[in-house]
């Protein structure tokens, strides 16, 4: 039933006041709260609205350091100061560019360009005025600072080289990830503009050197000054990466090479493998990627004919001349084509066909054993030897000693080397193999290719008589405070299939050549310690050609070419013979003859190694 009249009003009349009594006590409340916020807590408020923003800044991670194998340092970091704007919070740009360009004495125009360039950027966005500023500059700024809004310190950790260009192929140097590298599951959670390692063991070693980034937060006012700071994250260090390497004997070992224009060493311990000093000349100094390689500087290093940038020890192939008669050797006495006395008469050249193959000693050795040829080095000793073995049982057994495939050594780019076969020539060069090649294989020629480490690691395989190691250059890694990450365990990359039996008489004219009256390296005598090597010379030029370049060339470019022409001198050798500990491999670039380029190298370092490194003589 509808409501009379007046109780229909009355009802009507009673909500009306209901909802203007809530009307009322609502805006009641608003205004005593924006009584109590502009005026209680006005000038609170009026503080904070003045533009005052949090900013989220990432603190960088400080890369980790690389140690010797006893702890010496050879990469750490330092501080490195940017000095920033933020156009959005400068009211007067020219006015504060001014002024900065008097506080620290810089040209006002230069701080205008970088201005201009950046003028497409977002207005929040830092624009970079200085980079690398001096402990005086930093000074002179922070006692400036109220006089110079929108302007920002940014510090960075970047590496630094005590030992400057020392090992540089080894450590490597680091770069700006870019947007490919970024897709690769490895770099996943890195951002553009992070640095990484771009060669050597710090991109090898990359994850554990790298860190975590930490976050900071910074509230500014108007001004883009600083008003208080919150870190969200603490940025976690990179570990600690300690490397096989003895900083003094790798400083010694790339003194030795001073005078040489290029070449490469490597000193690794018989036993397990681990590099204890590696070089490769000519080097780079790692302090030119710091911040970016200018273009100039990368332009330099990629045109210089030495090739600074290739390591020489694990990249350089080179043929291995005498020493692979090692290899030749070995594969004769295992196989019984010769015993320790068979003897082949040296007349000064071997005929083979319709060539005729020369020794290095035009007058012969007469009749020589495999102990004398090595001792000796008789080419036309291993030119019998090549004939009656084969290009393929040659090539065989260099793979059985570790040469013709990559170490595995843990630096990237690594070349494996070439033992040629009758089956790579013809799938590779379209063609048949010939006799003569064999006979040039034999003595290291042709197209059999090694490098100075491959060498190195077939001296230690040799002196140890049982495996072959894989070569190592990581020792361990650490956390900051010392807590072990990992270790490193020697790896044998495969047991030596050769007899014992053979070994020892190839290690009999290995000590004969240094050791022995007629000993081709006999003139570098260790003075500690007794060593065993071979000698190696390599032609680079056949004779013909060598006249047809020298007729070529005019009197002014005699010099450069007769370089370029000289022979590659190789030696390689272990010490001591007793107990062998460490082999080493010297090659220097048309340095001549092994004997008299090399081999006195080699001594050198055997001399710092017992006297230095394993003993208190201070004479070497």
Known sequence: MPLSGSKGHAIHKGRYVLYISIIIVFFTILGVRLWYMQIVKGNHYRHLSENNRIRQRTIKASRGLIFDR?????????????????????????????????????????????????????????????????????????????????????????????????????????????????KLKRYEGYKLGDLIGSVGVEKIYESILKGEDGLKEIEVDAFGRELSSFTNTEAQPGGMLYLTLDARLQKY??????????????????NNGQILAQYSKPNFDPSFFVKGISSKNWKVLNEDPLHPLQNKAVAGQYSPGSVFKIVVAAAALDEGFIKKDTEFNCPGSY???????????????????????????????????????????????????????????????EKQGLMPTTEWKKRVLKSVWFGGETISSAIG?????????????????????????????????????????????????KKLRISKETMEIVREGLFDVVNGEKGTARGSKPKKVKAAGKTGTVQVFSEKMYAKKKKETDEEKKKELDYELRDHAWFACYAPVEKPEIAIAVIVEHGGHGASAAAPLAKKIINFYYSKIKGDDDSV
């Open 253 to 270: 070992v790339e003194s030795v090479l001073a005078d040489q224009k290029a070449g490469a060493i490597v000193v690794t311990d018989v």
């Open 351 to 413: 005929r083979f066909g319709n060539s005729r193959f020369s020794c290095w000693r035009k007058s012969g050795h007469g009749k020589v054993n495999v102990v004398e040829a090595i001792e000796q080095s008789c080419d036309v000793f291993f030119y019998n030897l090549g004939a009656e073995l084969g290009i393929d049982l040659i090539s065989e057994y260099a793979r059985k000693m570790g040469l013709g495939r990559p170490t595995g050594i843990d630096l990237e780019n």
């Open 70 to 182: 006893n702890g010496e340092i050879l990469v750490n970091n330092y501080p490195y100061f940017d000095l920033a704007v933020i156009p959005e919070n400068v009211p007067d740009v020219d006015d504060m560019l001014n002024t900065l360009s008097n506080v620290i004495e810089i040209d006002k125009d230069e701080l205008k360009n970088k201005m201009y360039h950046a003028r497409f950027k977002p207005a929040f966005k830092p624009v970079v005025l200085i980079e690398d500023l001096s402990r005086e500059q930093l000074s002179l700024i922070e006692a400036n600072k109220l006089n110079l809004p929108g302007i920002e310190i940014y510090v960075e950790s970047v590496r630094n080289y005590p030992y400057n260009d020392m090992a540089s192929h080894i450590i490597g140097y680091l770069s700006e990830i870019n947007a490919v590298k970024m």
């Open 445 to 493: 020629q042709s197209y059999v290719l090694v490098t100075p480490l491959q060498t190195a690691m077939l001296l230690a395989t040799v002196a140890n008589g049982e495996y072959i190691s894989v070569p190592q250059l990581f020792l361990k890694a650490e956390e900051t405070d010392g807590t072990v990450i990992r270790k490193s365990v020697p790896v044998i990359r």
